[in-house]
């Protein structure tokens, strides 16, 4: 049965007086009343939501309107909380990742993991009889070793690419057995460094998504390459290329789905990159340990971005506070976010970095334990776009 827009309005004004009665729909009638509750208030675009039941709809119309519920739930609940606090900061971490995304299991999670990336750091550092110091003073000296450096010209800039080239045909042959298959136009990527122009106009580093009909790319800022050592590039491939960025998001642009789901699982595209990296360490890929060393770099940046998100706005740490934590683990700001300005825009933006820090890490509990199982599990979750949390199992 088709639902009316005349009926799901009705549906609505009645919802506080009387049970609801749910109503078979198809894509047609999810999209239509999706777009139609975009625009309203959550408590409007909940009754307006209420009478549809899946019926025929495909996977993607469900994945949308579940979101959409869970969004704008959310969002009416942020309505009535404090103006600051511990509820409010969880809210609206939950609102990006998902109703599972309780703050004691953030904290927990991004605790562990700070430990375990520290623990595996120290022990990498003591393999290669680095001075016993802190981990964020040795990856300040590793990262001034003129053996990582590439020169400051055009030709250490194309050994760089051709670095990155590297690892990304490295990655191809393992593609398979750890994401399922990919879409043809997934693969047909490329790297390539920023232009003279490009670097004229202040352009940073960006991606070209690939499609049937092109080659995607990514175009990588080497500006200051004498910030990015070679060992912190492979991270890099396997986050914004394979199985990162161009894994995800030429498939998300296929399956195009509803605005609602892509604002209410905002963290999924930056925890898949970071996830990516995961995957990519687990099967061995950095398994030379300065490539180690920047792959847990990246790591750190990304779970100490989270407990500033969470010292700054919910335990009333300064920001001086925060930043000295992270410079205590990570020593070297990574070549985008110096220090200082990107614990600005944490203190601007709450809950954004906690929820991409702590994305990648409920993938991993959310997988099934044998990896036999991992190509279908990542296959589904990258098929129809961007997921919340909950809907990950």
Same mark, same amino acid.
């Given at each position: 049965?088709?639902?009316?827009?005349?009926?799901?309005?009705?549906?609505a004004?009645?919802?506080?007086?009387?049970?609801?009665?749910?109503?078979?729909?198809n894509?047609?009638?999810?999209?239509?009343?999706?777009?139609?509750?975009?625009?309203? /208030?959550?408590?409007?675009?909940?009754?307006?939501?209420? /009478?549809?039941?899946?019926?025929?709809?495909?996977?993607?119309?469900?994945?949308?309107?579940?979101?959409?519920?869970?969004?704008?739930?959310?969002?009416?609940a942020?309505?009535?909380? /404090?103006?600051t606090?511990s509820?409010?900061?969880?809210?609206?971490?939950?609102?990006?990742?998902?109703?599972?995304?309780?703050?004691?299991?953030?904290?927990?999670?991004?605790?562990?993991?700070?430990?375990?990336?520290?623990?595996?750091?120290?022990?990498?550092?003591?393999?290669?009889?680095?001075?016993?110091?802190?981990?964020?003073?040795?990856?300040?000296?590793?990262?001034?070793?003129?053996?990582?450096?590439?020169?400051?010209?055009?030709?250490?800039?194309?050994?760089?690419?051709?670095?990155?080239?590297?690892?990304l045909?490295?990655?191809?042959?393992?593609?398979?057995?750890?994401?399922?298959?990919?879409?043809?136009?997934?693969?047909?990527?490329? $790297?390539?460094?920023?232009?003279?122009?490009?670097?004229a106009?202040?352009?940073?580093?960006?991606?070209i998504?690939?499609?049937?009909?092109?080659?995607?790319?990514?175009?990588?800022?080497?500006?200051? $390459?004498?910030?990015?050592?070679?060992?912190?590039?492979?991270?890099?491939?396997?986050?914004?290329?394979?199985?990162?960025?161009?894994?995800?998001?030429?498939?998300?642009?296929?399956?195009?789905?509803?605005?609602?789901?892509?604002?209410?699982?905002?963290?999924?595209?930056?925890?898949?990159?970071?996830?990516?990296?995961?995957?990519?360490?687990?099967?061995?890929?950095?398994?030379?340990?300065?490539?180690l060393?920047?792959?847990?770099?990246?790591?750190?940046?990304?779970?100490?971005?989270?407990?500033?998100?969470?010292?700054?706005?919910?335990?009333?740490a300064? $920001?001086?506070q925060?930043?000295?934590?992270?410079?205590?683990?990570?020593?070297?700001?990574?070549?985008?976010?110096?220090?200082?300005?990107?614990?600005?825009? $944490?203190?601007?933006e709450?809950?954004?970095?906690?929820?991409?820090?702590?994305?990648?890490?409920?993938?991993?509990?959310?997988?099934?334990?044998?990896?036999?199982?991992?190509?279908r599990?990542?296959?589904?979750?990258?098929?129809?776009?961007?997921?919340?949390?909950?809907q990950?199992?």
């Amino acid at each position: 049965m088709r639902v009316s827009r005349r009926h799901l309005l009705a549906g609505a004004g009645a919802l506080a007086l009387a049970p609801v009665q749910a109503n078979a729909a198809n894509d047609a009638d999810v999209r239509h009343a999706l777009d139609e509750a975009a625009a309203l /208030p959550p408590d409007r675009a909940l009754a307006l939501l209420a /009478p549809l039941a899946g019926g025929s709809a495909s996977l993607g119309s469900e994945l949308d309107l579940q979101a959409a519920r869970a969004g704008l739930r959310i969002d009416l609940a942020l309505a009535h909380a /404090p103006a600051t606090g511990s509820r409010r900061f969880e809210l609206q971490v939950q609102r990006i990742t998902g109703n599972d995304a309780e703050l004691k299991r953030v904290e927990r999670d991004l605790h562990a993991a700070h430990r375990a990336l520290l623990a595996r750091a120290t022990a990498a550092f003591d393999g290669l009889g680095f001075p016993e110091t802190s981990v964020g003073t040795r990856f300040e000296r590793l990262w001034r070793d003129p053996r990582y450096l590439f020169p400051d010209d055009a030709d250490g800039r194309a050994a760089a690419v051709d670095a990155m080239r590297a690892t990304l045909a490295a990655i191809q042959p393992r593609l398979s057995r750890l994401v399922g298959a990919l879409p043809p136009e997934c693969r047909n990527v490329e $790297i390539r460094a920023l232009t003279a122009e490009e670097i004229a106009a202040g352009k940073g580093g960006y991606r070209i998504l690939p499609n049937a009909a092109s080659r995607g790319a990514y175009v990588v800022d080497l500006k200051e $390459i004498r910030r990015r050592p070679s060992f912190s590039l492979p991270s890099v491939v396997a986050h914004e290329l394979l199985p990162g960025h161009m894994a995800q998001l030429p498939q998300e642009a296929r399956a195009q789905p509803h605005p609602l789901r892509l604002r209410y699982a905002t963290a999924f595209t930056e925890g898949w990159g970071s996830y990516a990296e995961m995957l990519m360490a687990e099967d061995g890929l950095f398994a030379e340990p300065h490539a180690l060393l920047g792959h847990l770099h990246w790591m750190l940046f990304r779970i100490c971005r989270g407990f500033a998100d969470i010292a700054l706005h919910v335990r009333g740490a300064s $920001i001086d506070q925060a930043l000295a934590e992270m410079q205590a683990a990570m020593g070297e700001p990574v070549y985008f976010a110096p220090f200082a300005t990107d614990m600005a825009r $944490i203190a601007q933006e709450p809950a954004i970095r906690a929820a991409e820090a702590w994305l990648p890490l409920r993938l991993r509990t959310l997988r099934p334990r044998d990896r036999r199982g991992w190509p279908r599990f990542h296959g589904a979750l990258l098929r129809t776009g961007r997921r919340r949390t909950e809907q990950c199992r």
